[in-house]
């Protein structure tokens, strides 16, 4: 059951919090800019305008809501709450970044985001906020979007969350020195008719499970529709260069070795140009629904690459329908990016034009029920916010395009990407919550110039582990692609472990673009090793220098995943216990030892009499087990029928002198330390007859 309002209380500031609290609006009345002051506990008012609080106790936490009610024509400016929150020197302290490729990720109060570099800007400053924010590059001075903590014990965290960015973007920013946190509500050109819903915000101190339970449960968002998945894409091995011959050979690799995928997609490089979606180009003779049929017959659904709100510099879209663009104020169309792969500088399509919704309308008619493609991937979704018309917030603009997205595209599968991600909470299925894998570690010449939303492994995983809390609860994650093979790019073999095993621990979507068919036999085991695969909460992630300690639960199991991404070697303590791994057993009382760029896996025993410890065939070992029953001295055993690997499993049992049989046949017990232990064959160990036995939960009703 997922943790709500209705757990037990923990301590809060409270009303002791909330009487601290100051703020301030700024508006135009008649040409003149003025401001008035206000606060949480009483009504301020003039004669333009009334502003209004209203405070609610939630568990753990309160909610907030400032209401503006004009008395005459005012426009409003901006706004912003000033909290004061301690930070010591201990803290840890999350912005959210403010699209899906920003760099999300804990900070100390002594770090700092540095400005990107000037000489980038005409080519990157697009993607990100730094046209908009004044990004001051000082250490304890942060700033993000939507939602935001400052973790002041490993355990506990105040978290602060918009409860509507529909109506515009929340912007968080934090002064460590000065202990505060200021809530800048996007507002700038809205001239209000009636009362007005200027900040609705959450805040609260606990636990992450409580605080984040808290907030979605607030946010009141639909269900999702969908377990989490595993899937195929074709970018990160091909990236434009794709043909019909090699789609259908890495199909035809993937379904040989009968893989239990769930999504095969087409990524980039089918379309004419960016921008044209009609038709395919000559690289697909046979066309689009030709492949979706195809992936089709092998039981997978069929996944395509669309970019919805922008065209590239050569599209027909551009050259025929100049004014379907978003223009500047000098008439020209606004550029949302470029891409030397296509052909430069791209465009923002205006999302609030009648004819270019209708043009979306027939491109998504196509693909969805003409094609019969299941799944569709948005990317670059922050270019319909590129600039918003008079009157509207930016934050306002995104959520009526998500909004429309949701609309046109109905039951079938969305995975967005390149978006802000408050609009995206309940809109999309699966959301990417971090930049593009690279081929090689980091991209030193990105990180010098400090661009934040660059292709990077390593930010890719700081964002997985960052943004963790989203995952299964405003939509399943997509920390991007694992890289098992190695050819075609510069990864060591323990950062490609690494990719893969925090990318499973943290995902609710994962793919891989490699041919399964170059695989040696220790990287085939390795790929398969993910199956059966099933969705895991995230329960604590805890920093060790460059490396992390995250626990999870998936399947009434714990884990840990001890995982370093640093160049160093790393120690990572566990908590007291037992733990299974590699086919050992470790006690807690020792520590990890990691190589630079290398992770590991580890169960942890719950302490029962008679338990399933662990196995030799599964990422996360155990995970391949359907049913575990004991009876006295008689255990039964089966697996999922989407495991893979022979090997073996590890049931710890009381003592040696008893005769224990697993599946009728008869084990003969061992020692292994302190500890007796039955090592049972996965030969031995039978499929369920039914293939639908594995149940994903498909809701928020699980822990965060």
């Given at each position: 059951m997922r943790h709500t309002r209705l757990m037990g209380p923990t301590k809060q500031p409270g009303r002791h919090r909330m009487k601290n609290v100051k703020g301030k609006l700024t508006y135009r009345r008649e040409g003149v800019v003025m401001t008035l002051n206000f606060d949480l506990i009483d009504q301020a008012e003039n004669d333009d305008l009334v502003i209004a609080p209203t405070t609610g106790a939630t568990v753990p936490g309160e909610r907030w809501t400032v209401t503006v009610t004009p008395r005459t024509t005012v426009t409003l400016l901006a706004a912003e709450l000033r909290v004061p929150v301690p930070v010591p020197p201990y803290s840890r302290i999350f912005v959210n970044g403010y699209q899906t490729w920003t760099e999300s990720r804990e900070l100390g109060p002594r770090d700092r985001i540095p400005s990107l570099n000037?000489?980038?800007?005409?080519?990157?400053?697009?993607?990100?906020?730094?046209?908009?924010?004044?990004?001051?590059?000082?250490?304890?001075?942060?700033?993000?979007?939507?939602?935001?903590?400052?973790?002041?014990?490993?355990?506990?965290?105040?978290?602060?969350?918009?409860?509507?960015?529909?109506?515009?973007?929340?912007?968080v920013t934090v002064a460590a020195s000065a202990g505060r946190v200021t809530l800048q509500k996007e507002c700038g050109g809205v001239t209000p008719a009636s009362p007005y819903v200027l900040y609705?915000?959450?805040?609260?101190?606990?636990?992450?499970?409580?605080?984040?339970?808290?907030?979605?449960?607030?946010?009141?968002?639909?269900?999702?529709?969908?377990?989490?998945?595993?899937?195929?894409?074709?970018?990160?091995?091909?990236?434009?260069?794709?043909?019909?011959?090699?789609?259908?050979?890495?199909?035809?690799?993937?379904?040989?070795?009968?893989?239990?995928?769930?999504?095969?997609?087409?990524?980039?490089?089918?379309?004419?140009?960016?921008?044209?979606?009609?038709?395919?180009?000559?690289?697909?003779?046979?066309?689009?629904?030709?492949?979706a049929d195809a992936i089709h017959r092998r039981g997978y659904k069929a996944g395509l690459w669309v970019t919805p709100f922008i065209a590239e510099e050569r599209s027909d879209l551009l050259r025929n329908h100049p004014d379907w663009f978003l223009t500047d104020d000098h008439g020209k169309p606004v550029k949302a990016g470029y891409n030397p792969s296509w052909s430069g500088f791209f465009y923002s399509l205006d999302v609030a034009n009648p004819t270019v919704r209708s043009y979306l309308r027939d491109v998504f008619d196509l693909i969805l029920h003409a094609w019969h493609?299941?799944?569709?991937?948005?990317?670059?979704?922050?270019?319909?916010?590129?600039?918003?018309?008079?009157?509207?917030?930016?934050?306002?603009?995104?959520?009526?395009?998500?909004?429309?997205?949701?609309?046109?595209?109905?039951?079938?599968l969305i995975l967005g990407c390149g978006v802000p991600l408050g609009p995206a909470f309940g809109q999309v299925d699966f959301c990417r919550i971090g930049g593009d894998v690279a081929l090689k570690w980091e991209d030193r010449l990105l990180s010098t110039i400090h661009y934040r939303e660059r292709v990077s492994t390593v930010c890719a995983l700081r964002n997985a582990i960052g943004r963790r809390h989203l995952n299964g609860m405003a939509f399943w994650n997509?920390?991007?692609?694992?890289?098992?093979?190695?050819?075609?790019?510069?990864?060591?073999?323990?950062?490609?472990?690494?990719?893969?095993?925090?990318?499973?621990?943290?995902?609710?979507?994962?793919?891989?673009?490699d041919d399964i068919s170059s695989y040696t036999d220790a990287q085939l085991r390795q790929y398969l090793s993910q199956f059966p695969f099933s969705a895991k909460a995230a329960l604590e992630a805890r920093p060790f220098g460059e490396a992390w300690r995250l626990t999870l639960s998936a399947e009434n199991a714990t884990y840990v995943v001890a995982a370093n991404l640093g160049s160093r070697p790393a120690t990572i303590d566990l908590d007291p216990g037992i733990y299974y791994c590699n086919g050992r057993l470790v006690d807690g009382q020792e520590s990890l030892q990691l190589l630079p760029f290398d992770s590991t896996c580890l169960r942890k025993a719950n302490g029962d009499n008679i338990e399933l410890l662990g196995t030799t065939t599964h990422l996360f070992p155990g995970l391949d087990i359907a049913h575990f029953e004991c009876h006295e001295t008689s255990i039964e055993l089966r697996r999922f029928d989407t495991a893979q690997l022979e090997?073996?499993?590890?049931?710890?049992?009381?003592?040696?002198?008893?005769?224990?049989?697993?599946?009728?046949?008869?084990?003969?017990?061992?020692?292994?330390?302190?500890?007796?232990?039955?090592?049972?064959?996965?030969?031995?160990?039978?499929?369920?007859?039914d293939s639908g036995i594995l149940l994903r939960a498909a809701s928020r009703d699980k822990e965060v």
């Open positions: 000037r000489l980038a800007r005409s080519r990157c400053s697009m993607y990100g906020d730094y046209e908009f924010v004044t990004n001051p590059g000082f250490p304890g001075r942060f700033h993000g979007w939507t939602y935001g903590y400052v973790r002041t014990k490993s355990d506990l965290l105040t978290l602060f969350g918009s409860l509507a960015e529909q109506t515009g973007f929340t912007l609705d915000v959450y805040v609260g101190t606990g636990t992450d499970r409580e605080t984040f339970g808290c907030y979605f449960d607030l946010l009141g968002l639909r269900p999702l529709r969908t377990p989490p998945l595993t899937g195929w894409t074709s970018w990160y091995n091909y990236y434009t260069g794709i043909t019909q011959e090699i789609i259908q050979h890495n199909l035809d690799a993937l379904g040989e070795h009968k893989v239990p995928l769930d999504v095969f997609q087409i990524d980039d490089g089918w379309q004419h140009a960016v921008g044209d979606w009609l038709t395919a180009n000559a690289k697909f003779p046979d066309g689009m629904g030709t492949m493609f299941d799944l569709v991937k948005l990317d670059f979704l922050y270019a319909a916010c590129r600039k918003a018309p008079e009157g509207k917030t930016r934050g306002q603009v995104m959520s009526e395009s998500m909004q429309f997205l949701r609309d046109i595209i109905g039951d079938n997509d920390p991007d692609v694992t890289i098992l093979r190695d050819t075609g790019n510069s990864l060591t073999e323990a950062q490609r472990r690494t990719l893969f095993l925090v990318n499973q621990a943290m995902g609710g979507l994962v793919f891989t673009s090997g073996e499993a590890l049931i710890g049992i009381p003592d040696t002198s008893a005769r224990w049989t697993v599946n009728g046949e008869a084990v003969a017990p061992e020692r292994q330390g302190i500890h007796t232990v039955l090592r049972v064959p996965m030969a031995r160990v039978a499929r369920p007859v």
